[in-house]
């Protein structure tokens, strides 16, 4: 009989789509959306379908194995903990815990996985990580503003008679936003797309503003300063509820327009037309993509958009607000990852993972553990982190294929995916927390994270503290949730929304800042970003259309990946549509197949990010290792390079 399971997608999306699995004869047969979540309504993406054939290809590993010279052998489970247990007594008795690094990725974002924490606690408080290699950024520059970031419900779209996708692109990564873009439209509203790329998200929009890249800051500023100029501000938000208003104005009149329209390279019709959009047109949601995020000054960009926000009146009320994501960890008792343990313990900046670990010293790295990800291919700067990696005497791997970073393995460890698992999962893109059922029995050899630490902690003193059964970890985790009278039951049939999550958040303007008035930004510092002849483009590692991160298979790695220029940047290097071509950074170079484009920009090199290393088309062979001045992020699209024919 065909069986029909519920669950939601765990993956490192901000959707987190309500799904159906499918089943017959312990076989998932298709993952279609489930209609009844109340944000993605049924809908699925083509990288879901996509999921299912990873699940059952041919090319995942469904045993463990143990590296012998440039060989792999299969081994069993025992085998493997015994080894991963010895190894790290070993390193703990001679070196400390800190030689040992626990590096935890987003591939898999679930409850019970924030358990492996708990074991690297309980073991003695190994190195672990800080920052991000995504929205860390972002978050800290709102937290400046407004105390603590709360975006408005994705539902309260449906007050907003205008939109602003700044940075975002929806129809690649938040298809869930589409018909709220199709709805204002088909009101009579509008839409505009601010980004530096033509995204598959442009032809959906009834406008698209090209800044130059980085430089967003100053298209806000001049925004606000056109919205000022007629003084169509919300005089009174300033005047009662904000802090520092007086300093930001002092910073955006050290410009002119003329001047503000250059830096940004945005017409002075296309800052009036975002400034009447914001004004004329209210209330307009303003909806910031995780690409504002990845430059070394991404927060000051956050806050001259929130900024603006509040000069144009649509901070706290329907149908507005400044977004930009959510907190996707606020239904868990966090105190059960053990991290009270050890608060001062050693943690590596995620965006500078290699130069951490190859200049970690008292003591340096012996061991890394690995779990949902992949940082010698997605992390800045992919042969530094490799030859981290390849220093590093002893690592171990937990994936579903060997990727990158499980090629520097010595021992791998086969992991469950989401259908195999039973977990729930909250989300960065919405309020809702979607049950996690398990819709087969695990392929092969294949465990859980859960599985494998609760193996590991059995071979060690603290084994009583960590053995419970998953429900009741899960009940733990989720005693928050659960005391706000949700039972685990309603959980497992369907989504939840967290019940204290606000629709429309500062709605009575009140901000949890010391003051309760929002805070402007008084100092702002102007990247210096002088064109650099020998790399004069901007490389832009977006997010692509077909694939998630690095979520793809050995076999899916033979194609170059398509790089977008513009016609002139083509010609200027004699390079033709469809050939290969070298991108070469200062950290670096790869290659790509050129695509050329009207449609892009001619100071720009658009690569999607996620081809392994083993591609020879991969974009963190050319990304610098920087962290953002705020938020600890990843400034990936602060990497320039230049262009070459390729053979």
């Given at each position: 009989?065909?069986?029909?399971?519920?669950?939601?997608?765990?993956?490192?999306c901000?959707?987190?789509?309500?799904?159906?699995?499918r089943v017959?004869?312990?076989?998932?047969?298709s993952?279609?959306?489930?209609?009844?979540?109340?944000?993605?309504?049924?809908f699925?993406?083509?990288k879901?379908?996509?999921?299912?054939?990873?699940?059952?290809s041919?090319?995942?590993?469904?045993?463990?194995?143990?590296?012998?010279?440039?060989?792999?052998?299969?081994?069993?489970?025992?085998?493997?903990?015994?080894?991963?247990?010895?190894?790290?007594?070993?390193?703990?008795?001679?070196?400390?815990?800190?030689?040992?690094?626990?590096?935890?990725?987003?591939?898999?974002?679930?409850?019970?996985?924030?358990?492996?924490?708990?074991?690297?606690?309980?073991?003695?408080?190994?190195?672990?990580?800080?920052?991000?290699?995504?929205?860390?950024?972002?978050?800290?520059?709102?937290?400046?503003?407004?105390?603590?970031?709360?975006?408005?419900?994705?539902?309260d779209?449906?007050?907003?008679r205008?939109?602003?996708?700044?940075?975002?692109?929806?129809?690649?990564?938040?298809?869930?936003?589409?018909?709220?873009?199709?709805?204002?439209?088909?009101?009579g509203?509008?839409?505009?797309?601010?980004?530096p790329?033509?995204?598959?998200?442009?032809?959906?929009?009834?406008?698209?503003i090209?800044?130059?890249?980085?430089s967003?800051?100053?298209?806000?500023?001049a925004?606000?300063?056109?919205?000022?100029?007629?003084?169509?501000?919300?005089?009174d938000?300033?005047?009662?509820?904000?802090?520092?208003?007086?300093?930001?104005?002092?910073?955006?009149?050290?410009?002119?327009?003329?001047?503000?329209?250059?830096?940004?390279?945005?017409?002075?019709?296309?800052?009036?037309?975002?400034?009447?959009?914001?004004?004329?047109?209210?209330?307009?949601?303003?909806?910031?993509?995780?690409?504002?995020?990845?430059?070394?000054?991404?927060?000051?960009?956050?806050?001259?958009?929130d900024?603006?926000?509040?000069?144009?009146?649509?901070?706290?009320i329907?149908?507005?607000?400044?977004?930009?994501?959510?907190?996707?960890?606020?239904p868990?008792?966090?105190?059960?990852?053990?991290?009270?343990?050890?608060?001062?313990?050693?943690?590596?900046?995620?965006?500078?993972?290699?130069?951490?670990?190859?200049?970690a010293?008292?003591?340096?790295?012996?061991?890394?553990?690995?779990?949902?990800?992949?940082?010698v291919?997605?992390?800045?700067?992919?042969?530094?982190?490799?030859?981290?990696?390849?220093k590093?005497?002893?690592k171990?791997v937990?994936?579903?294929?060997?990727?990158?970073?499980?090629?520097?393995?010595?021992?791998?460890?086969?992991?469950?995916?989401?259908?195999?698992?039973?977990?729930?999962?909250?989300?960065?893109?919405?309020?809702?927390?979607?049950?996690?059922?398990?819709?087969i029995?695990p392929?092969?050899?294949?465990?859980?994270?859960?599985?494998?630490f609760?193996?590991?902690?059995?071979?060690?003193?603290?084994?009583?503290?960590?053995?419970?059964?998953?429900?009741?970890?899960?009940?733990?985790?989720?005693?928050?949730?659960?005391?706000?009278?949700?039972?685990m039951?309603?959980?497992?049939?369907?989504?939840?929304?967290?019940?204290?999550?606000?629709?429309?958040?500062?709605?009575?303007?009140?901000?949890?800042t010391?003051?309760?008035r929002?805070?402007?930004?008084?100092?702002?510092?102007?990247?210096?970003?002088?064109?650099?002849?020998?790399?004069?483009?901007?490389?832009?590692?977006?997010?692509?259309?077909?694939?998630?991160?690095?979520?793809?298979?050995?076999?899916?790695?033979?194609?170059?990946?398509?790089?977008r220029?513009n016609?002139?940047?083509?010609?200027?290097?004699g390079?033709?549509?469809g050939?290969?071509?070298?991108?070469v950074?200062?950290?670096?170079?790869?290659?790509?197949?050129?695509?050329?484009?009207?449609?892009?920009?001619?100071?720009?090199v658009?690569?999607?990010?996620?081809?392994?290393?083993?591609?020879?088309s991969?974009?963190?062979?050319?990304?610098?290792?920087?962290?953002?001045?705020?938020?600890?992020?990843a400034p990936?699209?602060?990497?320039?390079?230049?262009?070459?024919?390729?053979?």
């Amino acid at each position: 009989m065909l069986q029909e399971v519920i669950t939601t997608c765990t993956r490192d999306c901000p959707n987190a789509c309500g799904l159906i699995a499918r089943v017959e004869k312990g076989k998932v047969l298709s993952l279609v959306g489930n209609p009844r979540h109340p944000v993605s309504r049924g809908f699925a993406c083509r990288k879901c379908a996509a999921f299912l054939k990873r699940a059952y290809s041919p090319e995942r590993i469904l045993t463990p194995l143990k590296r012998e010279g440039a060989a792999w052998r299969r081994i069993g489970w025992d085998a493997a903990l015994d080894e991963i247990a010895g190894r790290m007594t070993d390193i703990r008795d001679r070196q400390g815990p800190e030689a040992i690094l626990y590096y935890r990725g987003f591939a898999q974002r679930t409850a019970l996985k924030l358990l492996n924490d708990r074991f690297f606690n309980l073991f003695g408080g190994v190195s672990g990580t800080r920052g991000t290699l995504c929205g860390g950024t972002g978050q800290a520059g709102q937290d400046l503003d407004f105390g603590r970031r709360i975006s408005h419900d994705p539902a309260d779209l449906q007050n907003s008679r205008s939109l602003v996708m700044w940075g975002r692109n929806p129809a690649a990564t938040n298809p869930y936003l589409l018909p709220a873009m199709a709805k204002v439209r088909r009101e009579g509203g509008r839409v505009i797309l601010i980004d530096p790329v033509r995204s598959e998200t442009a032809a959906l929009c009834d406008q698209h503003i090209r800044p130059a890249p980085g430089s967003d800051a100053y298209l806000a500023m001049a925004a606000a300063k056109v919205i000022l100029s007629r003084e169509e501000e919300d005089a009174d938000f300033l005047a009662d509820q904000s802090e520092g208003f007086t300093k930001y104005r002092e910073i955006i009149e050290v410009f002119t327009l003329d001047e503000l329209a250059s830096l940004c390279d945005v017409s002075i019709a296309g800052i009036e037309s975002l400034a009447d959009l914001l004004t004329r047109q209210r209330p307009t949601a303003i909806l910031l993509g995780w690409g504002l995020h990845r430059w070394e000054y991404g927060h000051q960009t956050v806050r001259c958009i929130d900024a603006l926000g509040v000069i144009a009146g649509i901070i706290g009320i329907p149908g507005g607000g400044v977004s930009q994501g959510f907190e996707e960890y606020a239904p868990y008792d966090l105190s059960w990852t053990g991290d009270g343990l050890h608060p001062e313990r050693r943690r590596l900046l995620m965006p500078m993972i290699g130069e951490e670990i190859l200049t970690a010293r008292d003591p340096e790295i012996e061991m890394i553990f690995v779990t949902a990800g992949n940082p010698v291919c997605q992390a800045p700067n992919s042969p530094k982190v490799k030859a981290a990696f390849e220093k590093t005497p002893f690592k171990v791997v937990a994936g579903h294929f060997l990727d990158d970073t499980a090629q520097q393995a010595d021992i791998f460890l086969p992991t469950t995916t989401f259908l195999e698992e039973q977990d729930v999962v909250a989300s960065y893109g919405h309020n809702y927390v979607g049950p996690v059922n398990r819709a087969i029995e695990p392929l092969g050899e294949c465990r859980s994270d859960f599985d494998i630490f609760r193996g590991l902690a059995s071979r060690f003193p603290f084994a009583a503290e960590f053995d419970r059964p998953a429900e009741e970890w899960l009940a733990l985790l989720l005693s928050p949730l659960l005391a706000q009278e949700i039972p685990m039951e309603e959980l497992r049939q369907g989504p939840v929304r967290l019940p204290d999550a606000p629709m429309v958040p500062y709605v009575d303007r009140v901000f949890p800042t010391p003051s309760g008035r929002f805070r402007f930004i008084t100092r702002f510092e102007a990247p210096l970003r002088k064109r650099d002849e020998a790399y004069p483009y901007h490389l832009l590692s977006v997010s692509p259309s077909d694939w998630l991160c690095s979520e793809l298979t050995p076999n899916e790695q033979g194609d170059l990946t398509e790089v977008r220029i513009n016609p002139e940047v083509a010609r200027k290097h004699g390079l033709s549509d469809g050939k290969p071509a070298r991108i070469v950074s200062r950290v670096g170079s790869t290659v790509g197949q050129i695509r050329i484009s009207e449609n892009e920009r001619e100071d720009t090199v658009v690569f999607p990010r996620g081809k392994w290393l083993a591609s020879g088309s991969s974009a963190n062979m050319l990304t610098q290792d920087l962290v953002s001045k705020a938020g600890n992020g990843a400034p990936y699209y602060e990497t320039t390079v230049r262009l070459e024919p390729a053979d």
